[in-house]
């Protein structure tokens, strides 16, 4: 199994422009998170899906959208990225309801100039 | 709203020796309380949970007891290596809840 996989791992973008983070996990985990990390500030939530088909904010969603393609896979998109936004991404799964264990993916680290 | 406060880093010990990060959180009710370990470019792995007061959680020679009377959960080690130089993140969660709760997390570095 590998677990939680984040695509890209690295990745500049200037003002404005956009893309989308890809989060896939292929331990049938029905609730999925997104988090930002920055320093000082342990992680922040952004939003997450406790299934498939439902999406929620979190703790810090503004500048961000979600998707939940299917069971396996839950994306981030950034519609115009601000320097702000310059961050290191962690995507998260977990079993759910009863197992409170979260498995954290690799992290993609994001730069916006 | 709940938080969880971590003593502040970065911490730096030689081989062997003793290890105390504090941890102590905020909440109305009763969370399950975690701390999690992020080695430099890996992503985080839970290390240790405590669901109860009085729980104590322990893995790889790491410990933490969950006090309700003082609010904390400190992880401790009796001789740490090299090889837990990391960052170390404590949080909480509670059943119902739908989030993590973490502290600002604390950089370890052991030195030989």
């Known amino acids: 199994n590998a677990g939680v996989t984040q695509t890209p791992k690295f990745q500049v973008l200037k003002t404005g422009q956009s893309m989308t983070l890809q989060c896939a996990q292929d331990m049938n985990h029905n609730s999925m998170y997104w988090y930002r990390q920055d320093p000082g500030m342990g992680l922040r939530l952004i939003y997450y899906?406790?299934?498939?088909?439902?999406?929620d904010k979190g703790e810090v969603p503004n500048g961000y959208n979600v998707s939940r393609l299917n069971k396996r896979e839950f994306s981030l998109r950034l519609e115009s990225a601000a320097p702000s936004q310059t961050s290191v991404y962690f995507c998260?799964?977990?079993?759910?309801?009863?197992?409170?264990?979260?498995?954290f993916g690799p992290g993609t680290r994001l730069t916006v100039t | 709203g709940d938080s969880v406060t971590q003593m502040e880093g970065p911490v730096t010990l030689s081989e062997e020796a003793f290890l105390t990060i504090n941890c102590t959180y905020t909440?109305?009710?009763?969370?399950?309380l975690f701390w999690y370990v992020q080695y430099p470019g890996e992503g985080l792995q839970l290390l240790l949970k405590a669901t109860k007061a009085d729980d104590k959680g322990s893995n790889k020679g790491f410990e933490a007891t969950y006090r309700k009377e003082t609010t904390s959960f400190h992880l401790e080690k009796g001789s740490v290596q090299v090889s837990d130089s990391a960052v170390y993140f404590c949080?909480?969660?509670?059943?119902?809840?739908?989030?993590?709760?973490f502290g600002e997390g604390t950089q370890l570095t052991v030195n030989p």
């Open positions: 899906s406790a299934s498939e088909g439902t999406t």
């Open positions: 949080a909480l969660w509670f059943t119902s809840g739908s989030r993590l709760t």
């Open positions: 909440a109305t009710g009763y969370p399950s």
């Open positions: 998260a799964s977990r079993q759910g309801p009863f197992n409170d264990e979260q498995y």
